[in-house]
């Protein structure tokens, strides 16, 4: 039995500094004024894990960078989110993906629907070499900020994982098992 198996799950994540993530997410300031003014919320991990399930709605979509750990799609498990790749299944052939005229269809559809979205937001939205439409969907909330109403911005969520913890190799059980860690953070 190795020592692994006797840490406690709440030790397996990292506290959240919000300062710290904003910082390191690479928005601007004035574009961060613009979302904590227009929108649901700016939170930490830790604040929107105590929070969600007081304001979830019925149907939430996760928006975030689909990373290699799996966090992304983890955490849209956890917090029982409909992710994009299941949205693009969904909605394919109606229209709703893609980008028209500057903008992006899915957001444009479930901002003017009142859809509740939870906006994961990476570290290094700008210069992330896997976030080309991350940082598509972050410009646009910037362009449009009152469509932000029913939106959480999230920060936190790719860093969470105390780097010490040793997670499963293979990608599914490793995004089960962070999914399970996340769980006992509500």
Do not use: C
Not at 29 to 44: C, D, I, P
Request: no cysteine; net charge negative; hydrophobic share 40%.
């Amino acid at each position: 039995m190795t020592e692994e198996l006797h840490v406690n799950p709440m030790d397996r994540l990292r506290p959240i500094d919000l300062a710290a993530e904003i910082k390191a997410s690479e928005i601007p300031e004035e574009t961060m004024a613009l979302f904590r003014q227009h929108s649901a919320g700016v939170l930490s991990l830790d604040d929107f894990a105590a929070l969600w399930p007081s304001v979830q709605k019925a149907r939430s979509y996760g928006l975030g960078i689909t990373d290699d750990k799996g966090m992304y799609e983890a955490a849209t498990r956890a917090y029982g989110l409909t992710n994009w790749f299941r949205a693009y299944q969904e909605w394919a052939g109606r229209g709703v993906f893609g980008i028209k005229d500057g903008d992006i269809l899915f957001l444009d559809y479930i901002t003017r629907t009142g859809q509740q979205a939870v906006f994961f937001v990476p570290p290094m939205v700008f210069s992330h070499p896997s976030a080309n439409v991350t940082r598509k969907e972050i410009e646009w909330f910037s362009q449009n900020p009152e469509r932000a109403t029913d939106t959480l911005f999230v920060f936190g969520l790719y860093s969470a994982i105390n780097p010490q913890v040793s997670l499963p190799q293979d990608p599914r059980t490793r995004v089960l098992e962070i999914e399970r860690i996340l769980r006992n953070k509500n």
